[in-house]
């Protein structure tokens, strides 16, 4: 257990100091939580700002700009708007399903962060299931949209959670097979162990056509689960209004729209570390400074979020039928046959190595 | 299993939903009744009345000048051609001859009013099927649009700007600069909205062979303007029945004989190319002269009916006025295209699915004070 | 067609134009106007829309009128084809009880045209699948577009 708290090393010795050993990992680990909860809690409300900036830049709008620096503290301003806000709910909603949804989401999303390696160092949990873990974990979620739709008592709410049932369902298929795709070329699911092999060049240039293949469609199906456009049917706001979270309010509602921005974040993090290097640096240059490592696996997460933003400003909403027809007649086939091209790359050497 | 077998073990049910009067799609306070059964429409059922104010009653009460200033409230995108309805009615009814320069200046704005109508129609359509950003490039060509509206006019929107005889006031002398200005800003931006939205593969698969409506149908509705066009319907009143300068200028009539919602749109896109090379002949050209004749303080129509149509951004308004001599109308009805358009909206949606009838609602174009008056 | 050769056709449908109380005139009106007797309505109009020299395909304006005593109906109507027109009248004096044939079997478009004279003005259509109030409340009582409608509180009257 203590291994895989990477991070922990030199504070892991100087709690020691102070407590029996028995009580340290557990004071260890919450510590770790507390951190990771505070550091992803501002990570949310900074990609929703970005967003907003993004947004704006597309359209050609200001975005925020009154609350502080460039509007910097428009989001915080937010939250504590949404903090203050009454709770309010639907008469007849069932009460308890009703309040246990948004957990559900918030939840998934952030146990999801707990194994991402951010720099050599800064890992909180290396498991060896590692993407194994993410599918599985960001699956999750889903079962918080529905709830929240089906507890409602709202049937725009329902639509929308019937809507994200089977969107999540059918997309995960790709995530997973395209990510499998992948898995094919480090022979590990752990995500350290996944990074060491590409410092012989990144995943996407070691697999070159098949890796590329996989690429796209990791990014077609992670927008599609996050709920995002091109794939927001789930809210689809000409349609449904808001769709599942329609008869949230408060902070149970900032759960839900924190979770989304999160669940990007996992998408793109989930993008860096097994199609570009994670935290390694193009070419090497900087891997004599290794905590640079964090700035790399910053700045092509924030590259692949922009691109998902990129995405949701200039493409309009696929309709039901023809979201689930790209995943099943389309995506799934090719997927399928690529994993087959890139096992025969394997399997022939043919892969691309510095 | 048989399918029957599966149809009998999972039943199905029908259930309703209350679109609106507060919903997004429904661009204003229109309520649909929708039946669906999951996410395929069975039946939507309008339930209208929500803004009506009963204009034809007032009108009953005012005096000619007076009603004039009502037709503003009702299709408020397309204010300026609706005031000009009922002034033509009256100069109509009382053989009175406008100048050469009022009727080049009203048809002028008349086209620039349906450019800034089509494109916020354009916006709104993008926002339908999900593409948020059209709102704010159509915005953006629109405010240069109300800019000129405001200097000459006063007011952005509801311009008030005819009268019976003639226009409230002398054009800006910016006016025709301005106007030229835009006319060179829209030419370079009208493409960048084939460029976002027309050529995008997921807004063609969401408006393709969607809410398709025959001409026959389309006659039979009573659809007009862009949405019957789409059918292949030649009902463009500007052409048919020309009033104003409209005589004077050349321009072809946007004729798509597909009846989906795609060539409901490419219709609009192309209204607006016709309607900036309808400014570009007469912006040059306006006549000299008065702005309007003088009529009687207290105007009296002969006794008889007069009917007169035009063409606004939404289809062909009718005004269709009593007289029995008096100052104020016997009766006057509107015929708004609004509600013509909108009664087709259950044949044309139904077996789709929500997404379809919010992506058709928005090719109809419907301005809910123009159906409820 | 000019008016005069719709005028001369539409005589020789009816065996005995009297009866039908058949009217044409042109005074007072760019178009030619035609007033019948309602019970005639439904006949003439089918046959305007169904032959093919008249072929008024395109109803696009249905009005109520209040005319004081009597209480009627005007159809405008416009051949897509041959691109004439022609204005239609009906009124009956029974004002408790307005009925005329309903034309929304001919035309579609006068299913909510036909609902909106009922709910302004009272007046029900014989074989309108779903006549109800369109505009107002369904439990609003009288029909404020006709002459002798008083609301003391909603209307301001100069």
């Given at each position: 257990m203590y291994s895989s708290l990477i991070i922990t090393n030199n504070i892991h010795s100087w709690v020691l100091s102070l407590m029996p050993a028995a009580v340290t990992g557990i004071t260890e680990m919450m510590m770790i939580a507390m951190i990771y909860l505070t550091v992803f809690a501002v990570l949310g409300l900074f990609l929703v700002l970005m967003e907003r900036k993004v947004a704006a830049w597309f359209q050609l709008r200001i975005g925020p700009n009154r609350v502080g620096f460039f509007g910097m503290f428009q989001t915080i301003a937010d939250a504590l708007k949404l903090l203050s806000k009454e709770l309010t709910g639907t008469d007849k909603a069932d009460k308890f399903l009703y309040n246990l949804a948004p957990y559900f989401l918030i939840i998934s999303s952030l146990m999801a962060l707990a194994v991402f390696p951010f720099s050599e160092n800064l890992q909180a949990f290396d498991i060896n299931i590692g993407i194994f873990f993410l599918i599985a974990i960001s699956s999750i979620g889903v079962i918080g949209v529905l709830l929240g739709g089906w507890s409602s008592n709202n049937k725009f709410a329902l639509i929308g959670a019937m809507r994200s049932g089977v969107q999540t369902i059918s997309y995960e298929l790709s995530v997973g097979l395209s990510l499998l795709t992948m898995i094919l070329l480090t022979g590990s699911l752990q995500l350290s162990e996944i990074i060491e092999v590409q410092k012989s060049g990144w995943l996407i240039v070691q697999g070159h056509i098949p890796a590329v293949i996989a690429f796209m469609i990791y990014m077609i199906s992670g927008t599609a689960e996050t709920n995002r456009a091109p794939f927001d049917m789930v809210e689809a706001e000409s349609e449904l209004g808001a769709g599942f979270h329609t008869e949230y309010s408060g902070m149970k509602f900032a759960y839900f729209f924190l979770a989304e921005f999160i669940n990007m974040f996992i998408i793109a993090a989930i993008g860096t570390t097994v199609f570009f290097g994670g935290w390694l640096s193009p070419f090497g240059i900087?891997?004599?400074?290794?905590?640079l490592g964090v700035f790399w696996f910053l700045l092509k997460a924030f590259a692949l979020v922009f691109l998902m933003m990129w995405f949701r400003w200039t493409f309009p909403r696929l309709r039901v039928d023809q979201l689930l027809t790209l995943e099943w007649k389309y995506l799934l086939p090719i997927n399928l046959f690529n994993i087959v091209l890139m096992a025969i790359i394997v399997w022939l050497n043919f892969t691309i190595q510095f | 299993m048989e399918t029957a077998t599966i149809n009998n073990n999972f039943k199905s049910e029908e259930y309703f939903i209350n679109m609106g009067p507060q919903h997004p799609a429904t661009h204003g306070v229109l309520r649909l009744l929708l039946t669906i059964d999951g996410e395929i429409i069975k039946k939507v059922e309008p339930d209208l009345g929500y803004i009506h104010r009963s204009i034809e009653k007032m009108c009953e009460r005012d005096s000619y000048q007076q009603i004039v200033h009502l037709t503003d409230r009702m299709d408020y995108l397309s204010s300026h051609i609706n005031n000009e309805a009922v002034c033509l009615a009256v100069e109509n009814a009382l053989e009175l001859e406008v100048p050469e320069r009022v009727k080049v200046i009203r048809t002028i704005i008349d086209e620039l009013t349906r450019i800034s109508s089509h494109t916020l129609w354009w916006g709104v359509m993008g926002m339908d099927v999900g593409a948020l950003t059209s709102y704010f490039y159509g915005f953006r060509d629109r405010e240069m649009i109300n800019d000129i509206f405001e200097e000459t006019c006063g007011a952005r929107l509801t311009m008030n700007y005819n009268i019976p005889g003639g226009l409230m006031q002398d054009i800006h002398p910016n006016f025709v600069k301005r106007v030229k200005e835009f006319i060179a800003h829209f030419k370079t931006k009208l493409p960048e909205y084939d460029k976002l939205l027309t050529g995008n593969i997921i807004f063609q698969k969401r408006t393709k062979g969607v809410g398709v409506l025959s001409k026959e149908d389309a006659i039979a509705y009573g659809a007009s303007g862009p949405v019957a066009r789409g059918s292949g319907y030649s009902c463009d009143v500007r052409k048919h029945h020309p009033y104003s300068a409209l005589d004077k200028v050349s321009f072809n009539e946007a004729l798509h004989t597909e009846g989906d919602s795609y060539a409901r749109y490419l219709v609009r896109i192309q209204e607006m190319w016709e309607s900036v090379s309808i400014i570009e002949q007469l912006i040059d050209n306006i006549?000299?002269?008065?702005?309007k004749v003088a009529t009687n303080a207290v105007i009296k129509l002969p006794k008889g009916e007069y009917y007169q149509k035009v063409e606004t951004a939404r289809g062909e308004l009718g005004v269709y006025i009593i007289s029995t001599g008096g100052k104020n109308p016997h009766r006057m009805k509107f015929r708004s295209p609004g509600l013509s358009n909108l009664s087709l909206l259950n044949h044309i949606t139904v077996g789709g699915k929500i997404g379809d009838l919010v992506a058709t609602m928005a090719t109809i174009d419907i301005v809910v004070p123009d159906i409820d008056r | 067609m000019t008016n005069q050769e719709i005028k001369e056709l539409i005589t020789t449908w009816f065996s005995g134009p009297e009866s039908a109380h058949l009217e044409f005139t042109e005074e007072g009106s760019q178009f030619l106007n035609l007033s019948i007797d309602p019970e005639y309505l439904h006949e003439l109009m089918s046959w305007l829309k169904t032959n093919n020299k008249t072929s008024f395909d395109y109803l696009f304006c249905l009005t109520g009128v209040d005319w004081g005593k009597e209480l009627g109906v005007v159809y405008h109507l416009e051949s897509t084809s041959h691109r004439h027109i022609i204005v239609v009248k009906v009124q009956t004096s029974d004002r408790e009880n307005p009925v005329f044939d309903s034309v929304q079997d001919i035309w579609p478009t006068a299913n909510f045209h036909e609902r909106e004279v009922f709910d302004l003005f009272g007046i029900k259509f014989k074989g309108h699948p779903n006549l109800k109030r369109?505009?107002?409340?369904?439990?609003?009582?009288?029909?404020?577009?006709?002459?002798d409608y008083e609301d003391e509180v909603n209307m301001v009257v100069k």
């Open positions: 900087t891997e004599s400074i290794p905590w | 006549p000299e002269g008065d702005f | 369109l505009f107002m409340p369904e439990d609003w009582e009288g029909f404020p577009l006709r002459k």
